[in-house]
């Protein structure tokens, strides 16, 4: 069970907007650290998404946007392509486990 | 280009040693924290250890601490992971990944294609 609880599964059509939650606590994203966004595609690496909540890094579309409030973030991919299909991470640093912790992860299906 | 490119999986039996290693090329090594993060069959990601740019301090998931351990050559641009008394639950896709930000808001990136561990008798 992961520290971060993230919904097992999102789907929308091509063009449709989906929004991934990160929910935590008082010992991570409640404590003012920064939640990190990855992409995780079939057969590949995973990628940097999100860094710093909102920040994207440079070649990442302007489709993915992070937002944070209290001890939650969310991730939305707007304009949904099919290439977007895969797995999508939330992580922060937790101060009781002092580490990182990932969310258990948020399948996306373009229907 | 920044790269990094994991090497030394395998299959071991449950107790055994491993050690992996990292090759680092196209930026600065010796002024990053480096981090090892690794995904078992059918999971999700998990954060399993962090070592800063000097090498004098580390930290670890719960689940490794005693067991494995985390270090760096800064002359030789490479990060390794030493795995002793390896169990089953072990098993998985280790990735090598670059810290960004600091050591408390850091995020990872970037990944290697990962080296695969498997545990098994």
């Known amino acids: 069970q992961s520290v971060l609880t993230q919904p097992p599964s999102v789907s929308g059509a091509p063009g449709q907007k989906v929004t991934i939650s990160c929910t935590g606590n008082s010992s991570n994203i409640g404590a003012y650290y920064d939640v990190h966004w990855y992409q995780h595609l079939p057969g590949r690496a995973p990628k940097l998404l999100i860094y710093?909540?909102?920040h994207r890094p440079s070649g990442v579309p302007d489709r993915f946007s992070g937002s944070k409030s209290g001890t939650s973030a969310s991730l939305a991919i707007t304009g949904l392509l099919a290439e977007d299909e895969g797995d999508y991470y939330c992580q922060t640093h937790d101060s009781g486990l002092s580490g990182s912790v990932f969310g258990g992860g948020t399948k996306v299906t373009v229907l | 280009e920044v790269q990094l490119v994991e090497s030394g999986g395998g299959l071991v039996r449950p107790g055994g040693s491993l050690r992996l290693s990292c090759a680092a090329s196209?930026?600065?090594?010796?002024?990053?924290?480096m981090s090892w993060v690794r995904q078992a069959p059918g999971k999700g990601l998990e954060w399993v250890a962090n070592?800063?740019?000097?090498?004098?301090?580390?930290y670890y998931v719960d689940s490794v601490k005693g067991r494995f351990t985390i270090s760096r050559d800064n002359a030789k641009n490479s990060l390794y992971l030493q795995m002793n008394s390896l169990r089953a639950e072990d098993t998985g896709l280790y990735y090598c990944v670059r810290d960004g930000g600091g050591s408390y808001n850091n995020w990872f990136d970037p990944w290697g294609q990962g080296t695969l561990v498997t545990v098994s008798s």
């Open positions: 070592i800063k740019e000097d090498g004098i301090k580390d």
């Open positions: 196209g930026f600065t090594f010796s002024t990053y924290w």
């Open positions: 710093g909540n909102r």
